[in-house]
């Protein structure tokens, strides 16, 4: 469980920050609820929000890949190293501007293949193919 451990404390610091960007731009805006129609504060929150909508679900794959020992090691540890550089990626797209970003277009896909790559793994055990 290692990899799971280190990745998901990265990824908790990564919360933090997201989370405190949030809460400065809510002092700033002196806002206290919502986005007060500021799209610089509502971007803030799309970066928090999309990033718990999205990261539980990987967590939990990442876990099973690693504690079922689906497939080799280096399976887990590039899952892990790969969200976490997805999850940076997506939010320093989505905080650089509104619209599409290349590095939002690349946290997703990344994101995407993590949640795939543990998907099969755990469709695949579960069905006793491997």
Not at 66 to 77: D, F, M, N, Q
Request: overall charge positive; charged content about 15%.
């Amino acid at each position: 469980m290692t990899v799971t451990l280190i990745t998901a404390g990265s990824l908790a610091l990564v919360l933090f920050l997201l989370g405190a960007y949030v809460v400065a731009g809510r002092v700033r805006f002196k806002v206290d609820l919502g986005d007060g129609g500021i799209a610089a504060l509502r971007q803030r929150i799309r970066a928090q929000a999309n990033f718990t909508e999205y990261v539980p679900l990987a967590l939990i794959l990442l876990l099973l890949v690693e504690k079922e020992s689906i497939g080799p090691r280096w399976l887990a540890v590039a899952m892990g190293a790969t969200l976490v550089f997805a999850r940076l990626w997506h939010a320093q797209g989505l905080l650089s501007k509104e619209g599409v970003s290349a590095g939002r277009f690349m946290g997703t896909n990344l994101t995407g293949l993590v949640i795939l790559v543990g998907a099969a793994g755990c469709l695949g055990r579960g069905a006793g193919i491997f």
